[in-house]
């Protein structure tokens, strides 16, 4: 029996950037091969100008390659409506990316709007959303972003990512500007999400801590180029310099952690 095709599929892509003043040409992503499966929740680890958000705006045709093949559900991108393509895939930015002078219901309800279907419709969506990512129907509803916490803020982008029931989901540092409870209590929610309506989803971070706990499998991305790809399990057994020095950090916070916490969580 043959293996399902890939969700998302990119097959020797690459991307440069103007670099300037004359500058030469900067070379953002460099011959990238990588493979999501459908079902698979993916991070794209990298430090910043590895390419990793480059090749995420990619995927939904936000910018395009310079050359190379991306896939989404079978289709070359190319031949897609960029705009049509992007309405069926969700994408949750950093900041949460809401419209700030549209209500948390009109923020949700945008993409289905957008799409035609009717308002009694979008509104039993909206509050099924709310429901979905933990915030009261009837407090929230009608409160604008500059209302909410940070938490709040991104948990509505995660509801509007959700509006059109994308089978993707791509996330560019969604948790990373939020303070550690919230960032945790929020990652372990969409991961719920990620199985309960069974996404795929792409997640972009710097942090490999949160790569390991939330992914399935964790691709590492250093100056354009995809340099390691596999399960935490995998990874750990690369000999790459620069993968290993990316797991460092989590192991010796593990490591100070069971020097400072007592085993049975007592004071």
Request: glycine share 10%.
């Amino acid at each position: 029996m043959n293996a399902a095709p890939p969700l998302i599929a990119f097959a020797h892509v690459s991307k440069s950037f103007d670099g300037g003043r004359g500058a030469k040409p900067v070379l953002a992503v460099d011959d990238v091969s990588l493979d999501v499966a459908g079902g698979e929740f993916l991070a794209i680890v990298g430090g910043s100008g590895s390419g990793k958000t480059t090749l995420l705006r990619l995927a939904n045709r936000l910018i395009d390659a310079d050359s190379g093949d991306i896939r989404v559900e079978g289709e070359d991108v190319r031949a897609v409506d960029p705009v049509a393509l992007r309405r069926r895939i969700g994408y949750v930015f950093q900041s949460g990316g809401l419209f700030p002078h549209i209500s948390v219901a009109g923020n949700i309800g945008i993409t289905p709007k957008l799409l035609g279907l009717p308002a009694a419709e979008i509104s039993s969506r909206v509050d099924e959303l709310l429901d979905l990512v933990r915030l009261d129907r009837a407090q929230y509803r009608g409160r604008f972003p500059h209302e909410l916490s940070g938490g709040q803020r991104q948990r509505v982008g995660v509801a509007r990512a959700l509006a059109a029931r994308p089978k993707i989901v791509l996330m560019d540092e969604p948790f990373g500007a939020l303070d550690p409870l919230t960032r945790d209590a929020l990652g372990d929610d969409f991961r719920d999400l990620h199985r309960k309506l069974g996404l795929t989803t792409v997640m972009i971070t710097h942090d490999m801590t949160e790569a390991i706990l939330l992914a399935d499998r964790i691709a590492v991305m250093r100056a354009g180029r995809l340099v390691a790809q596999g399960t935490p399990a995998e990874l750990s057994k690369s000999g790459d310099a620069y993968v290993g020095e990316l797991l460092r950090t989590p192991r010796r916070q593990a490591e100070r952690l069971q020097v400072l916490l007592p085993r049975d969580g007592a004071a």
